[in-house]
Every structure is written in C-alpha cells, then in structure tokens.
C-alpha cells in the first residue's frame, strides 16, 4: 500500500487498496471507501480533486457492468428527489475480494426504501450517504432496501459533516448535536460491506 503525496495526488494512477487521504482532508466521492476514517481507492484509475474536496477515482478503462439481479451493492447517495434516490455504485459484494469497477448509477424508488409507506424520501437518506442496497432490475439498476441488512451503513452530519453516531433508530452529531434519520441498516456504523 502506497501513500499517494499531496502533490502527485492530482491525477495520479491509483490502484485499489492504495491509500489517498483521511476523511478529515476529502470527502470520499466514487470510486473511494473510507475505512476508519482513511481513504483508499476502489479501482484503478486517476485521483481527480473537486473544489468541494470531494476525492475521486475516475476509471481508466471501462470494465462492463457485472451486475445483476439480487446481487448486494454498496453505493453512494448522489442525489435525493421527490420520488427516487440516485446511487453511485461503488462495488458489488461478493463478487471480488475488493471492490469493483463502478458499474454505474442504481435508482431506489420511493417504494422500494423500506416495508411500509414512505412519505418523504429525504427522512430516509441524506447526500453522500453509503448505503447498501439489493439489486432488483439489472438492466435499469433499480434498487431495494427493504430489508434489516440494507439502507443507510455510514452517514455524515448536515451541519458540520461529521460521522453520525447510532442512537436507538436515529442518528445523533457528537459534535453539534442534531439528530438526523435514515433508512438504517443493522450494520450501521460496524465498518462492514
Ligand atoms: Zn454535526
């Protein structure tokens, strides 16, 4: 494992496992996992910095999509509108020992967040949240997360972007104190894919 240094950090040839920063320097953005508070890349490919300090692996080469129904993916919140998340997906579990090349973006459905009704999907999920999600339509990548393993595995605070801490069935800021909710998975916070 090989430590990216701040100048050769623009890009720069990643390979996965490579470690790129602290979460305290970047927001992970696709292609990176944090992994107690470090940051390594995915897959293969060149470190791209955003202006938001969101930190990047752009693929080199596009490795085709290997996904499929019922698979298990593990993904980033990019987006929240009325009626759909929008996913980054980061990898597909296990399918490699690591993770994978970014198959694309999944969508979760209003209707597929959780067993009961949902009024607001914005209580479910926040922006840049990592959730874990099932596979229910490869070829549209629609995604569910219904079920006690799936949703919400890692979420950062609103207001000062910290790691939420579990309380009961809601999430708490140690530093601010607001409290925040999520479709929460089980293995909330555990570090776990
Ligand atoms: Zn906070």
Do not use: W
């Not at 602290?22 to 910095?49: C, K, Q, W």
């Not at 926040?126 to 959730?131: A, K």
Request: contains cysteine; positive net charge.
């Amino acid at each position: 494992m090989v430590r990216v240094k701040e100048m050769e950090r623009r890009d720069k040839m990643v390979l996965p496992g490579d470690f790129l920063g602290t979460s305290e320097e970047f927001i992970p953005g696709t292609g990176v996992y944090d992994h107690g508070g470090n940051l390594y890349a995915s897959y293969i490919g060149d470190v791209s910095i955003g202006s938001n300090r969101v930190i990047n692996v752009i693929p080199r080469v596009d490795t085709p999509p290997t996904i499929e129904e019922g698979d298990v993916v593990i993904g980033q919140v990019v987006d929240i509108k009325d009626n759909v998340a929008i996913v980054n997906i980061g990898c597909v579990k296990g399918k490699e020992s690591r993770e994978v090349a970014a198959p694309g973006q999944g969508i979760i459905h209003i209707s597929n967040v959780r067993n009961g009704y949902v009024t607001e999907l914005q209580q479910e999920f926040g922006y840049l949240d990592v959730v874990k999600a099932r596979v229910i339509d490869a070829k549209t990548l629609r995604l569910s997360t219904k079920a006690k393993d799936l949703g919400v595995i890692k979420a950062m605070c609103m207001k000062c972007k910290r790691d939420l801490k579990r309380k009961g069935n809601v999430l708490t800021c140690d530093r601010c104190k607001h409290v925040e909710t999520r479709k929460l998975s089980e293995d909330y916070g555990k570090g776990l894919i």
